[in-house]
C-alpha cells in the first residue's frame, strides 16, 4: 500500500463547504430558542453610576434582562489570564477582575455591562436599546508608549503595569556591548490587528432542567478547554454537567482561544430562563470585542564588531494588554516572543525585558504567531539595519551568524533540534533570483520607480507547550494532547483528537497519518473532533500545535493498536507476539507467513468466540474491544525555520507600493500533506503582508475604535498579492516520530519583516511604521529626493 | 427593529407621489440599507424603484452617452456601446468598491447621494452631463451642491444621465485601501474647445479644477500641469490621507490621467 503521508489527498472536508453543508454554530437552532443581544459601553473607560432596565423590561418579546449585579450575585467567575508571569523583581503580575458582565466600571468600548433576552432577535435588539446605563466617563488610557504615565485604569495597580519581566543576563548583555566595535539600534512598532475570522463569534446555549446539563455550542479552537476554564474559574457548572461543543468553526487565528464573555453570560442565563438561547455577533462587535493581537512597542539593539559577528543583543518592549489580562494575554508577550527575539542566530549574550500595561482599548491576546512575529519583526529589522550599516550583504551577514551545528543552543531558551539554516538560505536566494535584483533595480529606476528587495530568516517555537519545558521557565502549565483510535467492529476506524479543526484540515491530514498507521482505507477513517462529550480531554488548536502534538497522540495510540493487534493475531494464529510483524493492515507470522487482517483482529476483539473451537481469541490479560488513547507530552517544542525574500516597487509619486515577488523557502519538517501546507503558508502570507502593508487597528484619544469596519480596517485582498513564489528544505525534526514541526503560522511570522526590509531597503533605509501606508511612503519618498538632491 | 414600509413603484409618478420627508427611493440599497442597519438612518417609507423599467438602460447617440439612472454600475462596466464610446466611463465603473456592490449599487444611487468620495460625480463633471430628472433637466455642474448634497427636490426622481462623449479622457483614482472609494479620484476629459479636469475625495465635495483645465486646454500634456502647487486648506483630512497628501495626489492623479487619455 502506498504511504498516504506526503501526497496531496483532496481535502475531505471540501464537499460539505463548498457545498454549503457545514455546520456553524450560527446554523444551529434549538426548540423554544431565545435570542441574546448585549448592551455595551460605548465609552473607553467609566464608572457606572446607574443601570436602568425599566423600559426595556416593558419592550415587546423581553424574556429576561441581566446586569453585573445578578451574575455578580450569581458568583458567576470572569475572566482569566492562564499563565502566571513574574517579574524581574520577583513580584507577581497584577491582573484586575474582568467580570462577564461589568457591574461597577467599564474599561474598553464594547464592554458588555447588560444581556437582553427576547423571543425575537428583533425584539431583543430594540429593549437593547431602551436598557438606560448612566456613566461617568473618566479619562481613557490609549497609547502603549504612554500607559504608564497615564491614570491609573484598575484600581490598585500602579502604573498600568501588570508586569515587568526579564528574560536573560543584564549583565553579560553590558559586558557584550563593552567590546562591540559598533551598536546598531532600532526602535519599532508592532502595530495592533484584528484577527477577523471569518467567521463570527456565536453562541447557542441550551439547559436541561431534568439532567441539569448546560450544553454550549461555541466558535472555541479548545471546547475542552472552554469548558474547564467555565467550570474551574465561570463557576458556570461542574464540568460533567456542561457539554462544550465546537462544530465547524469558520477560522480563529487566536481569536477563538478564549472563554468570552458572550460564552459565560449565555451558559448562565440559559439555566436561568430555563430556555436556549442564541447570540451571534455582528461585525462591529467582532472588530471592538474580539481579542486583538501584537502592539508592541520596541527599543532594540545589537552589538556587532566590524566583521559583522553578533556579540549581544537587548530587547526592550512595553507590551499592550488591552483592558484585561486574557488566557494567553500574557504568555504571548513573555515566554513566546523573549525566546524567539535573538533569531536563527549565535548571540552570545541577551536578553528581553518586556512591561506589559493595560490601557482602556480591546483585550490583547494570542493572533497567528503570538510572540513569534513581535520577537522575528524585532531581530530581522535588527540585523538588515546592520547589514546596510556594516556594508555587508544582508545573507552573508545572516549567514555569518547561522549556527552551525545541530541541535543549536538558542541563546534564552530553546535547544533547536535539527535544521539547515544556510542550505533553506542557499535555496531561497536561488529561488528569488536574487543575484538578478540589481537589474531589476535599474530597470524600475528607468520607470521613476523605487525597487527594494527584503530578507527574513526565521526560526518559531511550535508544538506549544512540552509540559517539562515549561514548567522548568516557571509557567504553571503544560499543553500535552490526546487522542483515541476506536474501531468498530466491522473495521472502520474514528479517530477522537483534542485538537480542533477550524481551517487546517484535520479531517485529511490526521486521516492520512491514521490510515498509514493502521493501513485502513483513508475512506473508513473519520476524524471526531470539538465535543466535549465525544473525545477525551483536550488543549485545542493554537501555536501550530496539531501535528506536532496532536498528531503525535494519533501515532501513539495507533502504535497501541498495532501492539495489542499483535497480540491477539499470535493468540489466534498460535504464535508468539514476538514474531508476528505488522505491514500495510495485515498482522503477519513471520515463521509461518499465515496473517491475519486489522479487520479480522478488530472484528475478534469485539466478538471474542469462535464457533466449535470454544476458545477466545483474546490473550490472558487483555481485554475485549478494539480501542486506545494516548496523551502525548512532547519532549520540546518544534522548530520550523526557512528564508523569505520580498520584492517591491515604490511609485515615488503615489507612495503606492506594490509587493512584485515573495519567495518563502521553510523548513516544515516531514510534509503530511502538501496541498495543505500550501493553504496554511499562503493564509499565514496574507496576514504577514497584511500587517506590513495594510491592516491596523487605530483608536483615537478618547478610546474610540476608528477603524471599526471593512470601511476603514484594510483587510488585504487577493488583487494585494503576488504569486507566492513557495519552496522547502527538510530537516526531520528528531523529538517526535513523524518528524514533524509545523507550518500554520510561518508566514504570519516571517512576512512582515521581510516586506518592510524590502520597503525600507527601496527607501534607501529610511524607517516607516507598519502598516507602510501611501501616505507614509510618499513622505519618505519626498524626503529621499531631498536628500538626494543634497547629496548631488 | 425599526419598521418601514415598503413600496415597490410602477413608474416615476407613482415613486415621486409615495416620497415624503421621511422615505428613500431604493435603487441599490447599497448606501440606505447599510445605513439603516448601522442606526444612522430611519425611514418610514422605502420606495423600490428597480421595477420601473424606464429607469434602466443605455442609449448611445453620436454625441452623448445616456444611462438610465437604475441601471447597476456592472451593467455599465461591462457594456461594449460605453466602452466603444466613453471607454473611461466604462472602466470608472469597473474599479468602483467590489463585485457585489456592481452587481446591486446604481449611477442614479450614487449621484443622488453624492458622496464626497463617490467616482461617478466626478465622471458627470468631467463629460459635462446633463441630468435628467422627472421634473426638469439640471447641468452637472449645478447638480452637486456640497456634502451629500445635491440639486434634487424632495421626491424628484432622477431618471437618466446623459453624458457627452469627449475626444478623449480618463479616470484615474487613487483607492482608499480599505473601503476603495476615492482617497482621490481625477477624471479628465477633453472636449472641443475645452478640458475638464473633475476632482472627488479630495473635497467635501467634487469640483472641476479650474487652473489644471486651463493650464491643459493652452497644453494637453501633463508637463504643464506637473509640480503644481495646489491649495490643501479646503482638503479633506483624515486617518487614511493628510490634506497635503490629497493635494499632492490630485496633481499625480490628473498627470496619470493625462498621459492615458
Ligand atoms: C462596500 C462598498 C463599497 C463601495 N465602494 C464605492 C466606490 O469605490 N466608489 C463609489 O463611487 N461608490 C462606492 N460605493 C457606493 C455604491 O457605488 C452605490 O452606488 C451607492 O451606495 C448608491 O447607489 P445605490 O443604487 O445602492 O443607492 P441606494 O442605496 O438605493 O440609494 C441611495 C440614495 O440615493 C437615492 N436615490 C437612489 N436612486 C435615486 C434616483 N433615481 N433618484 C433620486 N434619488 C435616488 C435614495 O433615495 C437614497 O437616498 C460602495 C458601497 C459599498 C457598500
Not at chain 1, 475570522?197 to 439547559?207: I, K, L, N, S
Not at chain 1, 555569518?400 to 543552543?409: D, G, Q
Not at chain 1, 529606476?445 to 522548568?472: H, W
Not at chain 1, 484619544?701 to 494585494?720: C, F, H, I, K, V
Request: proline share 4%; charged share 25%; with cysteine.
Amino acid at each position: 500500500m502506498a504511504s498516504l503521508v506526503g501526497s496531496r489527498v483532496e481535502r475531505k472536508e471540501d464537499k460539505r463547504f463548498l457545498t454549503g453543508k457545514g455546520r456553524y454554530t450560527a446554523d444551529i437552532n434549538l426548540a423554544n430558542q431565545t435570542y441574546a443581544i448585549f448592551v455595551r459601553s460605548p465609552h473607553a473607560r467609566a464608572s457606572i453610576k446607574k443601570l436602568n432596565i425599566d423600559k426595556a423590561l416593558k419592550s415587546s418579546g423581553v424574556v429576561s434582562i441581566l446586569t453585573g449585579k445578578e451574575i455578580a450575585d450569581d458568583k458567576i467567575g470572569g475572566l482569566i489570564a492562564g499563565w502566571a508571569i513574574r517579574s524581574e523583581d520577583g513580584t507577581e503580575m497584577k491582573c484586575p477582575g474582568n467580570p462577564p458582565l461589568a457591574k461597577d466600571n467599564v474599561n474598553f468600548v464594547g464592554d458588555p455591562v447588560a444581556v437582553v433576552i427576547a423571543e425575537s432577535l428583533a425584539e431583543a435588539k430594540e429593549a437593547a436599546e431602551k436598557v438606560e446605563v448612566d456613566y461617568k466617563v473618566l479619562k481613557a488610557v490609549t497609547s502603549t508608549a504612554d500607559a504608564m504615565n497615564g491614570d491609573t485604569i484598575h484600581e490598585g495597580i500602579d502604573k498600568n503595569l501588570c508586569f515587568d519581566w526579564l528574560l536573560g543576563d543584564r549583565q553579560k548583555v553590558k559586558e557584550a556591548f563593552d567590546k562591540a566595535d559598533k551598536v546598531i539600534s532600532i526602535d519599532i512598532i508592532n502595530n495592533r490587528l484584528i484577527p477577523n475570522a471569518m467567521e463570527p463569534r456565536a453562541c447557542v446555549a441550551d439547559y436541561n432542567a431534568a439532567s441539569e446539563e448546560i450544553t454550549l455550542y461555541t466558535t472555541s479552537q479548545n471546547p475542552h478547554l472552554s469548558r474547564l476554564i467555565m467550570s474551574a474559574f465561570g463557576n458556570v457548572a461542574p464540568e460533567h454537567k456542561l457539554r462544550v461543543v465546537a462544530p465547524d468553526v469558520g477560522g480563529g487565528f487566536g481569536s477563538k482561544i478564549n472563554v468570552y464573555n458572550e460564552d459565560i453570560v449565555c451558559s448562565w442565563a440559559a439555566k436561568k430562563i430555563n430556555r436556549a438561547i442564541k447570540w451571534v455577533a455582528e461585525r462591529s462587535e467582532s472588530f471592538l470585542t474580539d481579542i486583538h493581537g501584537r502592539d508592541h512597542v520596541t527599543h532594540a539593539e545589537l552589538a556587532v564588531t566590524k566583521d559583522g559577528k553578533f556579540l549581544g543583543f537587548k530587547n526592550e518592549t512595553i507590551a499592550n494588554l488591552g483592558a484585561y489580562a486574557r488566557v494567553f494575554g500574557t504568555v504571548t508577550p513573555t515566554y513566546l516572543f523573549g525566546p524567539c527575539a535573538t533569531g536563527v542566530y549565535e548571540i552570545p549574550a541577551a536578553y528581553t525585558n518586556v512591561k506589559a500595561v493595560y490601557t482602556n482599548t480591546a483585550p490583547v491576546d494570542a493572533y497567528r504567531g503570538a510572540g513569534r512575529p513581535e520577537a522575528t519583526y524585532t531581530i530581522e529589522r535588527l540585523v538588515e539595519k546592520a547589514s546596510m550599516e556594516l556594508g555587508i550583504d544582508k545573507t552573508e551577514l545572516r549567514i555569518k551568524n547561522f549556527p552551525t551545528a545541530f541541535p543549536f543552543k538558542q541563546t534564552l531558551v530553546h535547544t533547536v533540534d535539527s535544521g539547515d539554516y544556510v542550505a533553506g538560505m542557499e535555496k531561497a536566494k536561488q529561488m528569488a533570483d536574487y543575484k538578478g535584483f540589481e537589474a531589476r533595480r535599474k530597470e524600475s529606476e528607468a520607470k521613476g520607480k523605487l525597487r527594494g528587495i527584503g530578507v527574513t530568516s526565521y526560526f518559531e517555537a511550535c508544538g506549544i507547550a512540552p509540559s517539562a519545558a515549561v514548567m522548568s521557565l516557571g509557567c504553571g502549565v503544560g499543553l500535552w494532547e490526546s487522542a483515541e483510535v476506536r474501531f468498530n467492529p466491522t473495521g472502520q476506524v474514528t479517530v477522537y483528537t483534542g485538537s480542533h479543526s477550524h481551517g487546517q484540515s484535520h479531517q485529511t491530514t490526521f486521516a492520512q497519518i491514521a490510515a498509514d498507521e493502521l493501513g485502513v482505507p483513508i475512506e473508513n477513517i473519520d476524524i471526531v473532533h470539538g465535543d466535549t462529550d465525544k473525545g477525551t480531554f483536550g488543549m485545542g488548536t493554537y501555536g501550530s500545535r496539531s501535528l506536532a502534538v496532536g498528531g503525535i497522540a494519533i501515532v501513539n495510540a495507533c502504535k497501541k493498536i498495532v501492539e495489542k493487534g499483535k497480540r491477539v493475531t499470535a493468540k489466534m494464529l498460535e504464535a508468539n507476539p514476538e514474531d508476528v510483524e505488522f505491514k500495510d493492515g495485515e498482522f503477519i507470522v513471520s515463521k509461518s507467513n499465515k496473517k491475519k487482517t486489522i479487520g479480522e483482529v478488530a472484528f475478534a476483539c469485539y466478538l471474542p468466540g469462535v464457533r466449535d473451537e470454544m476458545k477466545s481469541p483474546l490473550p490472558e490479560g487483555d481485554e475485549p474491544g478494539l480501542k486506545e488513547t494516548s496523551f502525548y507530552d512532547p519532549s520540546n517544542f518544534s522548530f520550523p525555520a526557512g528564508t523569505h525574500i520580498a520584492e517591491v516597487e515604490i511609485d515615488p509619486e503615489t507612495g503606492h507600493v506594490k509587493l512584485e515577488k515573495y519567495t518563502a523557502c521553510d523548513d516544515f519538517g516531514r510534509i503530511i500533506n502538501p496541498m495543505v501546507v500550501e493553504g496554511q503558508v499562503h493564509g499565514g502570507l496574507a496576514q504577514g503582508i497584511g500587517q506590513a502593508l495594510y491592516e491596523n487597528a487605530e483608536y483615537d484619544e478618547t478610546g474610540q475604535l476608528m477603524t471599526g469596519s471593512y470601511m476603514d480596517y484594510t483587510m488585504p485582498r487577493a488583487d494585494n498579492f503576488p504569486e507566492f513564489n513557495i519552496g522547502y528544505t527538510c530537516t526531520h525534526a528528531t523529538t517526535n516520530p513523524l518528524g514533524v514541526k509545523g507550518c500554520g503560522e510561518a508566514g504570519a511570522i516571517a512576512a512582515p519583516p521581510t516586506v518592510m526590509n524590502a520597503v525600507i531597503d527601496a527607501l534607501g533605509g529610511q524607517e516607516v511604521t507598519m502598516p507602510a501606508t501611501a501616505e507614509k511612503v510618499w513622505k519618505a519618498c519626498k524626503n529621499l529626493k531631498k536628500s538626494n538632491a543634497k547629496a548631488a | 427593529m425599526k419598521y418601514f414600509n415598503y413600496h415597490s413603484a410602477k413608474d416615476s409618478k407613482e415613486a415621486s407621489k409615495l416620497a415624503s420627508s421621511s422615505s428613500a427611493f431604493l435603487a441599490g440599497g447599497m448606501t440606505t440599507i447599510p445605513s439603516m442597519k448601522l442606526g444612522l438612518a430611519t425611514y418610514k417609507d422605502l420606495i423600490d424603484i428597480k421595477n420601473i423599467k424606464k429607469l434602466s438602460g443605455i442609449k448611445v447617440s453620436g454625441k452623448s452617452v445616456t444611462i438610465g439612472a437604475a441601471t447597476k454600475h456592472v451593467e455599465v462596466s461591462n457594456s461594449k456601446d460605453v466602452k466603444k464610446a466613453i471607454p473611461s466611463l466604462s472602466s470608472l465603473a469597473e474599479g468602483i468598491g467590489d463585485p457585489q456592490v456592481r452587481n446591486r449599487g446604481t449611477i442614479g444611487g450614487s449621484i443622488a447621494n453624492n458622496d464626497p468620495s463617490a467616482d461617478y460625480p466626478s465622471a458627470c463633471i468631467a463629460l459635462n452631463a446633463t441630468i435628467h430628472t422627472n421634473e426638469r433637466k439640471i447641468e452637472a455642474a449645478k447638480f452637486f451642491k456640497g456634502m451629500f448634497e445635491t440639486a434634487l427636490k424632495k421626491g424628484e426622481l432622477i431618471e437618466a444621465i446623459e453624458f457627452q462623449i469627449p475626444e478623449k479622457s480618463s479616470y484615474q483614482k487613487h483607492p482608499n485601501p480599505a473601503s476603495r472609494y476615492a482617497i482621490v479620484g481625477v477624471y479628465v476629459a477633453k472636449h472641443k474647445g475645452d478640458v475638464n479636469v473633475a476632482v472627488t475625495g479630495a473635497k467635501s465635495c467634487v469640483y472641476n479644477d479650474k487652473e489644471m483645465s486651463k493650464a491643459l486646454l493652452g497644453n494637453f500634456s501633463s508637463s504643464s500641469i506637473d509640480g503644481m502647487d495646489l491649495d490643501s486648506s479646503e482638503m479633506n483630512s483624515d486617518m487614511h490621507a493628510s490634506a497635503d497628501f490629497r493635494a499632492s495626489l490630485v496633481v499625480t492623479q490628473a498627470k496619470k490621467a493625462v498621459d492615458a487619455c
